[in-house]
């Protein structure tokens, strides 16, 4: 059997993931492009986990070294998003159902936003794991999300599909954020790799899916609830998540 990529940006990201994939044991490291690739296995899963670091370049290459390297048959990005549409909230969780450049414009030349000579602007993960990461997201709320919300002091979280922007830059301005929304009607929320991953693995027909929690709301207070969140919160998020999704993944 090949094995499930798994990328997130940052190390909170992932959670518990490789602390699980060490207890495993048959747990190797493969250092490649100044990235670590983590080979094991989680939750009975064969997985290579990676850190891309942030940034739609960052994406784009970890996707096309798992894809051609290590082989993986699909990949999964886990991490945190701003808010951009006005009823996500801090806590809740975005399951993409389409992936889109926010800040790709080839205009007059393309349409803006379409990924030249590739004809489309926007790129749809894999049904099947989209779904699997919804059960996995709604069913950690509700097992664990009032205790969270009240220890937190954050609403109770819920679970959204739909529309995930990405893009070079971090949204904390209330122009940057509402420039967005005038332009992207229908964007849940914003982040800085996942349309990436979605078009590598459009060019090479592997399936994937990106799954995110809201850590901040894309305005003036982002940058504050961002770092109080990845160091309080994602974690948590994260490996609730990944704990439910995996054991069904396969
Ligand atoms: N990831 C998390 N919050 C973000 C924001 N406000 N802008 C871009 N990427 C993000």
């Given at each position: 059997m090949k094995r499930l990529g798994i990328m997130a940006?940052?190390?909170?990201?992932?959670?518990d993931l490789i602390a699980r994939m060490q207890a495993a044991g048959d747990f190797r490291t493969v250092t490649l492009g100044r990235r670590e690739y983590h080979i094991g296995q989680a939750h009975g899963v064969p997985v290579v986990v990676t850190l891309a670091r942030i940034g739609k370049v960052a994406a784009a290459a970890t996707a096309s070294a798992l894809i051609h390297v290590f082989d993986v048959d699909a990949i999964v990005f886990t991490g945190v998003a701003g808010g951009v549409r006005g009823d996500v909230n801090v806590g809740d969780i975005i399951v993409a159902d389409a992936l889109l450049q926010h800040d790709l414009d080839a205009s007059p030349l393309f349409p803006r936003y379409e990924v030249p000579l590739l004809e489309r602007a926007r790129f749809e993960p894999d049904a099947a794991l989209g779904n699997a990461l919804a059960v996995a997201a709604a069913s950690f709320v509700a097992e664990q999300g009032a205790a969270l919300a009240d220890r937190f002091g954050i609403a109770v979280p819920r679970v959204h599909r739909g529309l995930i922007i990405s893009g070079d830059r971090f949204i904390a301005s209330h122009d940057a954020l509402f420039a967005l929304r005038d332009a992207?009607?229908?964007?849940l929320a914003v982040e800085m790799e996942g349309a990436a991953l979605a078009q590598v693995c459009f060019e090479h027909d592997v399936p994937c899916a990106v799954v995110r929690t809201i850590s901040d709301t894309a305005d003036a207070a982002a940058p504050t609830s961002f770092v109080e969140f990845l160091r309080a919160i994602a974690a948590i998020w994260s490996s609730g998540i990944v704990a439910r999704f995996l054991p069904a993944s396969r």
């Amino acid at each position: 059997m090949k094995r499930l990529g798994i990328m997130a940006a940052l190390p909170q990201e992932l959670g518990d993931l490789i602390a699980r994939m060490q207890a495993a044991g048959d747990f190797r490291t493969v250092t490649l492009g100044r990235r670590e690739y983590h080979i094991g296995q989680a939750h009975g899963v064969p997985v290579v986990v990676t850190l891309a670091r942030i940034g739609k370049v960052a994406a784009a290459a970890t996707a096309s070294a798992l894809i051609h390297v290590f082989d993986v048959d699909a990949i999964v990005f886990t991490g945190v998003a701003g808010g951009v549409r006005g009823d996500v909230n801090v806590g809740d969780i975005i399951v993409a159902d389409a992936l889109l450049q926010h800040d790709l414009d080839a205009s007059p030349l393309f349409p803006r936003y379409e990924v030249p000579l590739l004809e489309r602007a926007r790129f749809e993960p894999d049904a099947a794991l989209g779904n699997a990461l919804a059960v996995a997201a709604a069913s950690f709320v509700a097992e664990q999300g009032a205790a969270l919300a009240d220890r937190f002091g954050i609403a109770v979280p819920r679970v959204h599909r739909g529309l995930i922007i990405s893009g070079d830059r971090f949204i904390a301005s209330h122009d940057a954020l509402f420039a967005l929304r005038d332009a992207l009607p229908d964007a849940l929320a914003v982040e800085m790799e996942g349309a990436a991953l979605a078009q590598v693995c459009f060019e090479h027909d592997v399936p994937c899916a990106v799954v995110r929690t809201i850590s901040d709301t894309a305005d003036a207070a982002a940058p504050t609830s961002f770092v109080e969140f990845l160091r309080a919160i994602a974690a948590i998020w994260s490996s609730g998540i990944v704990a439910r999704f995996l054991p069904a993944s396969r």
